[in-house]
């Protein structure tokens, strides 16, 4: 079993920053796929950041430049840092894992990712 566990939401004006935590524990290869998703009230999830086999990284248009994902393999803890958030950036946020390289087309979909966390809530007010 893989456990995936959030923190790091809550709620900050617009221009803001925060930084989202995800722990990684269990039965998880040594090679393998980490990503944000993110899903505001009335939409669809969508992927945001993710990082493949610890290297690559893949960005939604609509954060790059202001998220950054990383990956700390001493505390296997996967990072999001948002900054300049904006109030569109509302909502929850998952992190999610698979072993091994979803490949660049899936990367950002939620279909390759097998290993879900609860969500952490983020409130961007204008």
């Known amino acids: 079993q893989v456990r995936l566990v959030e923190s790091g939401g809550g709620s900050v004006q617009s221009g803001g920053s925060l930084r989202l935590s995800c722990v990684v524990s269990g039965d998880i290869t040594r090679y393998f796929s980490m990503a944000w998703f993110r899903q505001a009230p009335g939409k669809q999830r969508e992927g945001i950041a993710a990082i493949r086999t610890g290297v690559n990284t893949h960005y939604r248009d609509s954060v790059k430049g202001r998220f950054t994902i990383s990956y700390d393999k001493a505390r296997s803890t996967l990072y999001l840092q948002m900054n300049s958030l904006k109030s569109e950036d509302t909502a929850m946020y998952y992190c999610?894992?698979?072993?091994?390289?979803?490949?660049?087309?899936?990367?950002?979909?939620?279909?390759?990712?097998?290993?879900w966390g609860q969500g952490t809530r983020v409130t961007v007010s204008s």
């Open positions: 999610a894992a698979k072993s091994g390289d979803p490949g660049w087309l899936l990367v950002l979909q939620d279909l390759a990712y097998p290993y």
